[in-house]
């Protein structure tokens, strides 16, 4: 995974980096779902499938990590592994299954409230993609 915590005043800020929109992407669920999960491992005997549309990559990116909080609140599901990712970047489409359980089974710490638009970016560099987002906690 290759997402890296970087300083900020109140909140979380994080940039994930990798060589695909795909992987940019789920690298940065994955350092959301670390601040989330307290125990690390969690078994997975639930899928859950998202389908997300949008009218641009940052605003996409929102939706993507906004549903696991939905999840997380709404459902009680913790995912533990992301499936499946596609990206349609022409037409700001995301579909993917997610592997989890009943968060009710773990120590979940519950602390970020929201996805921020606060220097939210996607953005292709120099052959690879960024991420760079902040998490309301």
Do not use: P, R
Request: glycine residues 0%; aromatic residues 12%.
């Amino acid at each position: 995974m290759n997402y890296t915590f970087l300083e900020h005043t109140a909140d979380i800020k994080f940039v994930a980096k990798s060589k695909t929109l795909n992987k940019t992407f789920k690298d940065s669920a994955y350092a959301l779902l670390n601040i989330i999960k307290e125990d690390k491992k969690i078994s997975f005997n639930k899928l859950k499938k998202i389908k997300i549309k949008s009218n641009n990559l940052e605003n996409l990116l929102y939706k993507f990590l906004e549903e696991f909080l939905f999840l997380l609140d709404s459902q009680n599901f913790i995912t533990e592994t992301i499936h499946n990712l596609k990206i349609d970047k022409n037409n700001f489409k995301l579909e993917c299954i997610l592997k989890g359980d009943d968060n009710q089974k773990y120590n979940i710490n519950n602390k970020v409230k929201a996805i921020t638009y606060n220097d939210l970016e996607v953005k292709k560099q120099n052959n690879f993609w960024l991420i760079t987002c902040v998490l309301d906690v």
